[in-house]
């Protein structure tokens, strides 16, 4: 925030009170403003420039300018059928929004790596460093920008109608700094046409709200102050068991982080008329790491499948060169999420496991050693009794059971395995952590039991099936107005029962 402006008091953090009241106000002038189309949307753009000034004013004009710059570039593309005039104007948008993050997201991280090298090879030079602050959130709303010249240059849709209804694509407040990274084939049709608010869409987004400050405040926060942050600062204090649960507990951290974020966002965006992309879906329950990344951060992985690894040959140019992409693609969205080795490292590895997971579902073909074993078992003859087929068919689920109960928990460690380094301040300090864990040092003082509840109900909601959730969701927007306002009561006094001394923020925003 900056000093002496008239909104430099206010709060935009999705769990604070400022917000809550700044989405009221919205909500009310916007729907005020229905019949007229275009002054809704001058006044969401308003809204969510004014959402975003709350960190730093000046940074608005850095949305403005790639705005503005990928909306003509946009717009040229479609017009011209000249192909090398065409990618010249894509190169041109890529080199603005890519050069845009190199300076005030890379550009001090790259410095210092090339001064370390001239200082190994005998030369004493200084880095070169950039006194900015890295604006919030600008890593999705430029790879959103970038998405849009590249499907125009595709021919996959056509440009935006109108500057302004761009502007708020790419600045529409819910999703602006942590996602999700709407596509804008998603996005511009709602513009176009009238919005409508339902009772059920009403009642829906007030639910996704909600159950996001639930997770946010009373499972994110809770986590990382009384055991992800203590544990991580100094590890050589506690015991390899309360490492372990502190590596457990970071995982559930982020995930209930930023996934309740994203359900405050759709949510809000419900409420306005909008309706944004899932992008959670359990992603602990997955059975392998291409399982898991179809589950976590669904909008990135997706834009990265899509704009990087696709682009990178695919599965379309060999093995090899398949392998190659993903790794490449997956350190590339490690450095995407910040300018540090560790983020570097992470995405590595889990490029690394994808490959290897590609490469031997590759191999063991359309039979594995599980299907044989429950093949065999339901393979019934027709002199079975029916009480040998019932014992057979019930232990092929057995077995298939627990194969996949396996594969969760395998996927689920090597996830946290990764989480280490994602979490870490340095690559040393992550080392520091794998070190204590290898200690294998037994007790579990720090870990209260009400950290151990958390726990256990942490991964029981992340567990809860999306039928028995949709059951919830719409079960609550069926209810008369009172009663889903008393709800709405309770869960306020539970968020406040458990909120810190301070908002903390999201994780993600400072991507």
């Not at 040229?76 to 929004?97: E, P, Y």
């Not at 594995?368 to 009480?387: K, N």
């Not at 709800?487 to 458990?498: A, C, D, E, N, S």
């Amino acid at each position: 925030m900056v000093p002496g402006l008239p909104w430099s008091g206010w709060n935009m953090q999705f769990n604070s009170v400022e917000f809550i009241i700044f989405l009221v106000v919205v909500f009310t002038v916007t729907w005020q403003l229905a019949r007229w189309r275009l002054l809704q949307t001058l006044f969401l753009l308003a809204a969510s420039y004014f959402f975003y000034a709350n960190w730093n004013p000046w940074y608005l004009f850095l949305i403005l300018f790639t705005s503005s710059v990928d909306f003509l570039v946009g717009g040229a593309i479609f017009r011209t059928s000249d192909q090398r005039r065409r990618k010249l104007l894509l190169i041109l948008s890529l080199v603005t929004d890519l050069g845009v993050l190199a300076v005030f997201k890379y550009f001090n991280f790259f410095s210092a790596q090339w001064s370390a090298y001239l200082v190994g090879r005998g030369l004493a030079v200084d880095p070169l460093v950039l006194s900015v602050a890295l604006p919030v959130g600008i890593s999705f709303f430029t790879f959103q920008s970038m998405s849009y010249t590249i499907d125009v240059y595709r021919r996959q849709i056509e440009p935006a109608d109108s500057y302004w209804q761009y502007l708020l694509f790419v600045s529409f407040f819910p999703q602006l700094v942590a996602g999700p990274i709407v596509r804008a084939s998603v996005f511009l049709p709602q513009l176009r046409q009238p919005r409508g608010l339902s009772r059920e869409m009403g009642g829906i987004g007030l639910f996704l709200i909600m159950s996001g400050m639930i997770k946010k405040v009373c499972f994110a926060d809770y986590l990382g102050a009384n055991l992800v942050d203590r544990v991580f600062e100094d590890p050589s204090w506690f015991t390899s068991a309360e490492v372990l649960a502190a590596v457990y507990a970071f995982a559930f951290q982020i995930y209930f982080d930023f996934s309740g974020y994203s359900d405050v966002a759709i949510g809000a965006a419900l409420l306005l008329g909008f309706r944004l992309p899932d992008n959670f879906r359990s992603p602990y329950t997955a059975v392998n790491l291409r399982d898991f990344w179809r589950r976590w951060h669904i909008s990135l992985s997706t834009w990265l499948r899509d704009y990087l690894y696709i682009p990178l040959g695919g599965s379309r140019r060999g093995r090899g060169r398949t392998y190659l992409a993903l790794a490449a693609t997956m350190v590339l969205g490690g450095l995407w999420h910040g300018a540090a080795w560790t983020f570097v490292i992470w995405g590595a590895l889990h490029g690394v496991a994808l490959a290897l997971t590609r490469g031997f579902q590759r191999f063991r073909g359309p039979v594995t050693v599980r299907a044989m074993i429950t093949g065999s078992l339901l393979s019934f003859g027709p002199q079975d009794p029916p009480w040998a087929r019932v014992t057979r068919a019930t232990s092929a689920v057995a077995i298939d059971s627990v194969w996949r109960l396996g594969m969760i928990l395998l996927t689920f460690h090597f996830v946290c395995f990764a989480w280490i380094f994602f979490k870490a301040k340095s690559y040393g300090h992550a080392m520091a952590v794998l070190g204590k864990l290898a200690e294998l040092t037994p007790g579990t003082a720090n870990v209260v039991p009400t950290i151990s509840l958390a726990l256990f109900l942490a991964w029981a909601l992340h567990c809860l099936p999306e039928s028995v959730v949709g059951w919830c969701t719409r079960k609550f927007s069926r209810l008369p107005g009172l009663v889903q306002g008393l709800i709405m009561v309770g869960v306020g006094v539970l968020v406040y029962t458990f909120a810190q001394a301070e908002v903390r923020p999201f994780i993600y925003f400072q991507f």
